[in-house]
C-alpha cells in the first residue's frame, strides 16, 4: 500500500511538479550540477531537506545519514561515505557553506540511551556509528542534571555542536575556514512547527535564522 502511493505519487510529480521545473532540470543536465551548499542532515523520514528551505533542484549537495553525524577526518582504505561526500564537496564542487541539520525527535540521540538497542546483536554497525554521539551524551546529562524533559533536545543540539567540531578536524576544511572560503552552519529543525535555529559560537547558544 505505502509503496504503491509513491508509485501515485511520482506519477503527479511527472504531470506537475516536474513540468513546473521542466527548465531547470534542462540547464542542470546541459550545464551540470553548481551548489554552493552542502547540507547534513539526519535520514530521519520526517526531515526533508528540500522541503524545509523550500529548495530547488541542484540548490544543495545532500547526504543523509543516522544522527547527522560527521566522522572525525581519518586517512585509511577503508570505506567512509560521508567524509567522501564532505571531500567531494569542498574539493570539487567548491560549496561556500556547510549546513549541519539537527533536528527534534532524533532517534539516534534517543537510542543512545537504549541499552536494548547496544545490546541488539543484529545492530553492529549502527552501535558503531552511535559512538558519533557519545561525546554529545556526556555533556548533555551534565548539562540538564539528567532532567528527562530536557535531556534529548539538549544532546542533540550537543551534537550539532559535536559535528562541527569533528568537521573542523578535516585539513582542507580547517584550511578553506582560515582563508574565509567557507561557512559552517549548526541548523536545529523543530518537527513541530517547522521553525529553525542556528548556532551561534560566540554566545553559544542556538538563535532564529
Not at 125 to 130: G, T
Not at 148 to 166: D, G
Amino acid at each position: 500500500m505505502h509503496f504503491q502511493k509513491l508509485i501515485s505519487g511520482h506519477k503527479r510529480f511527472k504531470d506537475s511538479t516536474f513540468s513546473t521545473h521542466k527548465q531547470d532540470f534542462k540547464s542542470l543536465v546541459q550545464y551540470g550540477q553548481k551548489p554552493k551548499v552542502l547540507f547534513i542532515g539526519c535520514s530521519d523520514s520526517r526531515v526533508s531537506p528540500n522541503m524545509i528551505v523550500n529548495g530547488k533542484p541542484g540548490d544543495m549537495f545532500i547526504t543523509r545519514n543516522i544522527g547527522n553525524f560527521v566522522p572525525p577526518y581519518k586517512k585509511d582504505d577503508d570505506f567512509h561515505a560521508t567524509t567522501a561526500v564532505i571531500e567531494y564537496a569542498i574539493s570539487i564542487l567548491k560549496v561556500k557553506d556547510i549546513i549541519i541539520c539537527g533536528h527534534s525527535h532524533c532517534g539516534a540521540c534517543k537510542a543512545l540511551y537504549d541499552d536494548n538497542i547496544k545490546q541488539d546483536k543484529n545492530l553492529t554497525h549502527v552501535n558503531k556509528w552511535l559512538e558519533l554521539g557519545q561525546e554529545a551524551k556526556e555533556k548533555a546529562i551534565k548539562l540538564t542534571k539528567n532532567n528527562k524533559q530536557k535531556l534529548l533536545s539538549t544532546t542533540e543540539k550537543e551534537s550539532i555542536k559535536l559535528q562541527i567540531k569533528n568537521l573542523l578536524t578535516y585539513p582542507q576544511i580547517d584550511l578553506l575556514l582560515k582563508e574565509k572560503k567557507l561557512n559552517i552552519h549548526g541548523w536545529y529543525y523543530e518537527i513541530e512547527d517547522g521553525s529553525i535555529v542556528t548556532y551561534d559560537q560566540h554566545t553559544d547558544s542556538f538563535v532564529t535564522i
